[in-house]
């Protein structure tokens, strides 16, 4: 890979979470934005957003960004570094499936093209997908003498944005998460073991470097070039809400499992704030709990713990809680009583 300040990125999908992402890394670095619609190409190209987001706009009509869109996905992926997928998946509620095959489209072509290539998931996936693609490409690279060697490079991050916010969220994130592979104990979970195995196989040790370097790019394009911004990272694991919260962006690197499980109870906290009876109503809660509407203790507690860092649009907005101040468990306490 490249150093630090010559990385280059593709991202796959111009989306509001794709071309967020684009626009704030093109700040500091080479970034291709790859879409199949040529409408939206051609809008890239001539400083158009193809999304209404009043900061993509603005940083595409006055800023000296170093973006390109295009059309053709291997042109744009042989030569990355990074290729940051947040191709659509589209969830069926009737069926209760998310439809990934968009994500795997990309997989594919990127492995064809650039194996060497660190591909970050971005898009909303279910709890478990991630590993479950170490399982379903294992066979892959241990036959296909074009992967022999080499290993398979994929992590997650999970994204906290607001459509037609999506760059200012970006630029003042509430916190930045990344997650790779990790090994975890089988005698947990049964299917763990063979993930393991196919994460032992293919897997590349250095992941939780790659996803430093990724987090570092997010810290980057987000507070501007600093030579804290990879120490800020490294230091990731020392990171609590509170101190990091002092530091300014919370930046915590994990399992790629729990990076996805915290998008979704992220979301799920979002929705009961925002909507609490509505939620409950969908829940799987007995019939007489439901009846009853959430508790006002619970809903400030969900006000003062989640909104402040909520990225998900709201008709319920905290006010008991200033920005960036902290919420001791002893006050936490005495505001549930």
């Known amino acids: 890979m490249r150093e630090f300040k010559d990385i280059k990125v593709a991202v796959a999908g111009t989306g509001y979470v794709g071309l967020s992402i ?20 051609e809008k890239l190209n001539n400083k158009i957003s193809p999304i209404q987001d009043d900061y993509i ?5 006055e ?19 990074y290729v940051v997928i947040a191709a659509p998946t589209n969830y069926d509620p009737q069926k209760n499936f998310f439809d990934t095959h968009h ?31 170490y399982v379903k490409y294992a066979l892959k690279f241990l036959t296909d003498p074009a992967l022999k060697g080499k290993k398979f490079n994929l992590l997650f991050s999970p994204e906290f944005l607001r459509e037609s916010k999506a760059l200012y969220d970006n630029l003042y994130p509430s916190r ?3 997650g790779y592979p990790k090994i975890l104990p089988a005698d947990r979970n049964k299917k763990w073991d063979e993930e393991n ?9 250095e992941a939780e470097e790659k996803a430093k370097t990724f987090a570092s790019l997010l810290l980057e394009g987000a507070i501007g ?17 509170h101190s990091s919260l002092d530091k300014g962006i919370p930046c915590l690197l994990m399992g790629m499992t729990e990076a996805e499980a915290v998008k979704l109870i992220a979301y799920a906290a979002d929705q009961l704030r925002s909507h609490p009876d509505d939620y409950l109503q ?9 009846a009853k509407p959430l508790p006002l203790h619970i809903r400030s507690w969900v006000d003062l713990e989640i909104g402040k860092r909520s990225r998900v649009p709201s008709s319920v907005m905290p006010s008991a809680r200033k920005p960036g101040t902290k919420l001791e468990s002893a006050e936490l306490l005495a505001r549930l009583r």
């Open 22 to 41: 684009a626009t704030l890394l093109s700040q500091h670095h080479h970034v291709t934005a790859v879409d199949v619609i040529p409408e939206k190409v």
């Open 57 to 61: 706009e603005k940083y595409l009509a």
């Open 63 to 81: 800023k000296n960004l170093n973006l390109t869109a295009t059309l053709d996905g291997v042109t744009a992926y042989k030569d990355a570094d």
């Open 103 to 133: 994500i795997e489209d990309v997989i594919d072509l990127v492995l064809s093209v650039n194996p060497e290539a660190t591909m970050v998931i971005k898009s909303t996936i279910p709890v478990g997908y991630c590993r479950s693609l």
């Open 176 to 178: 930045i998460i990344v």
């Open 197 to 205: 195995a196919a994460i032992t196989a293919i897997g590349n040790p």
């Open 225 to 241: 070039p600093s030579k804290d911004s990879h120490d800020a990272a490294a230091n990731s694991s020392l990171f609590t809400l």
């Open 282 to 290: 969908s829940t799987p809660v007995a019939a007489e709990k439901r």
